[in-house]
Nanobody, 121 residues
Framework: VQLQACGGGLVQAGDSLRLSCAVSGRIFSSHIMGWFRQVPGKERDFVAAIRWNSGRTYYADSVKGRFTISGEYAKNTVYLQMNNLEPEDAAVYYC???????????????WGQGTLVTVSS
């Protein structure tokens, strides 16, 4: 299984970006797909997750109302739509897969390579 994340870039505060994560191999309906982010010197933080079979979504408080996670099942792709970006959102963003929902990175066992998001003020 491989996860390929892309869509990062340099934007200004208030702008939007959409990250994509293409998954090779089957995503089982019971799986959780998640997005995390990490800045240098800090742990990888939970951003959002989606339960593949129901579409139920979960968000970190810091991104609620601004970020939206979604899945395109036919393409085995997960998206993270990020609106009204803030300088504090700048990080390397990773997509990941888990068998159960959790907000700790150790819950997830397949990871993409990360895509860098830079937000200028």
């Amino acid at each position: 299984v491989q996860l390929q994340a892309c869509g990062g870039g340099l934007v200004q505060a208030g702008d939007s970006l959409r990250l994509s994560c293409a998954v090779s191999g089957r995503i089982f309906s019971s799986h959780i797909m998640g997005w995390f982010r990490q800045v240098p010197g800090k742990e990888r933080d939970f951003v959002a997750a989606i339960r593949w079979n129901s579409g139920r979504t979960y968000y970190a408080d810091s991104v609620k109302g601004r970020f939206t996670i979604s899945g395109e099942y036919a393409k085995n792709t997960v998206y993270l739509q990020m609106n009204n970006l803030e300088p504090e959102d700048a990080a390397v963003y990773y997509c990941a897969r888990a068998k159960e929902y959790g907000t700790h990175w150790r819950t997830y066992y397949y990871w993409g390579q990360g895509t860098l998001v830079t937000v200028s003020s």
